[in-house]
C-alpha cells in the first residue's frame, strides 16, 4: 500500500528558553501552495510590470527624440526655403538688370555682333516657371517622409544649381561691363532713371480721359509726388525747352545724345533754361499742377523723332 500524503503541515514554534513550551501551528497543504503560487505570480507580475515600463519610457523617449528631430529638420527647411527665395529673387533682379542693361545699350544688336549670348539655360526658364521648383516640393515630401538624407541631397542639388544659375549671371555681367567701359556717354544719355520719388498712377498707352470721359492716347506716365516734391534728370542731356506749353503747363524738354528727348510736365518750377546742360540726377524743377491737371503729379515722357516711346521700357530704378 502506498503512503497517503498528509493534507496538513505542522509547524514548531520552538522558543529559546525552556520556561515557554513549544507551539504547535497545523497550515493546510493547499494554503502553502497556493501562498507559493501567489508569490510566483505576483514576483513575474513585478517583473513584468517593471520589463513593460521600461519598453514604454523608452518608446516615449525615442518619439520625443524623434518629434525632436523632426521639428529641427522642418526648422531646417524652412530656413533652406527662405534662403532660396532670397536666391532666386536675387537671380531674377540680376536677369532683368542684365536684359535692361542689353537693351539699352544695343549689346544684343545682332547688326553689331555684340551679342554676349542668354543668361542661363533651359533649366533657368524651368525655375522661371515654377519659382517654387520640383526639387523643393520633393524635399517637403522626403522630410515628412522621414527621408532626411534625400531632403538634404535635394537641398545640396537646388542650391548648387541656384548658384551656377548665380555664377552665370554675373559673368554676363562682368562682360556687359567691360564693354560698358567704352559705353559710358552713351548709358549717361539714355534717360535710365526715375524722375522723382512717387508712384506710377497712369501707365503709356489708352486709357480713359479725367476730363472728358472718352478714351484718349496717354503718350507717357504719371508719377503721383507732393506738391512742389523734386523733379530730376533722367540722364544727361541739353535743355531744348523750359517754359509753359498748352496743357501740358510748365515743361521742361530734354534732348540727349541717343536722339532721345523726355518731356516733364505740370511743374510748379522750373529751374533750367534753354541751352543748359544738365547731368542725370541733376534737380531741374519742382512738382506742380499746371495746365491740364487733376492735382499735383508729373507727367514725364520719351520721345524718339518726335515718336512717343513707353518711359517703362527705359527705367532701371
Keep these: 500500500m502506498t503512503e497517503q500524503k498528509s493534507k496538513y503541515f505542522t509547524v514548531m514554534i520552538m522558543p529559546e528558553t525552556s520556561a515557554i513550551e513549544p ?23 513585478t517583473i513584468g510590470s517593471i520589463g513593460y515600463a521600461v519598453y514604454h519610457r523608452d518608446t516615449a523617449d525615442q518619439n520625443a527624440a524623434l518629434r525632436t528631430e523632426r521639428a529641427e529638420l522642418k ?54 516657371d515654377d519659382p517654387e521648383g520640383e526639387e523643393e516640393s520633393a524635399l517637403r515630401r522626403d522630410l515628412f517622409g522621414g527621408s532626411s538624407a534625400r531632403s538634404a541631397a535635394l537641398v545640396a542639388q537646388h ?17 556687359l561691363s567691360s564693354y560698358l567701359g567704352d559705353q559710358q556717354a552713351v548709358l549717361s544719355a539714355t534717360p535710365s532713371r526715375s524722375p522723382t520719388h512717387g508712384y506710377v498712377t497712369s501707365g503709356y498707352g489708352m486709357r480713359v480721359d479725367p476730363f472728358t470721359g472718352l ?61 543748359d546742360e544738365v547731368r542725370r540726377g541733376q534737380i531741374i524743377g519742382l512738382v506742380g499742377n499746371t495746365g491740364r491737371s487733376t492735382g499735383p503729379h508729373l507727367h514725364y515722357e520719351v520721345r524718339m523723332r518726335g515718336v512717343a516711346q513707353n518711359p517703362q521700357r527705359f527705367l532701371l530704378e
Design 215 to 275: 478714351p484718349q492716347f496717354h503718350a507717357g506716365i504719371d508719377f503721383s509726388a507732393r506738391m512742389g516734391a523734386k523733379v530730376m534728370a533722367t540722364a544727361d542731356g541739353i535743355v531744348v525747352a523750359a517754359g509753359k506749353k498748352g496743357a501740358y503747363g510748365k515743361v521742361i524738354e530734354l534732348e540727349h545724345d541717343t536722339g532721345l528727348v523726355t518731356r516733364f510736365a505740370h511743374l510748379s518750377k522750373i529751374n533750367v533754361k534753354v541751352g
Design 23 to 45: 507551539r504547535r501551528l497545523r497550515v493546510s497543504r493547499h494554503l502553502i501552495i497556493g501562498g507559493i503560487a501567489g508569490a510566483v505570480v505576483l514576483m513575474l507580475t
Design 75 to 128: 526648422a531646417d527647411l524652412d530656413a533652406f526655403t527662405a534662403r532660396l527665395e532670397k536666391v532666386d529673387a536675387t537671380v531674377q533682379r540680376l536677369r532683368e538688370f542684365d536684359t535692361k542693361l542689353r537693351a539699352l545699350t544695343m549689346v544684343s544688336d545682332p547688326d553689331r555682333h555684340l551679342a554676349i549670348g542668354p543668361v542661363g539655360g533651359e533649366g533657368m526658364m524651368r525655375a522661371a
Design 159 to 175: 542650391l548648387e544649381a541656384i548658384h551656377g544659375e548665380a555664377e552665370a549671371t554675373s559673368t554676363s555681367l562682368a562682360d
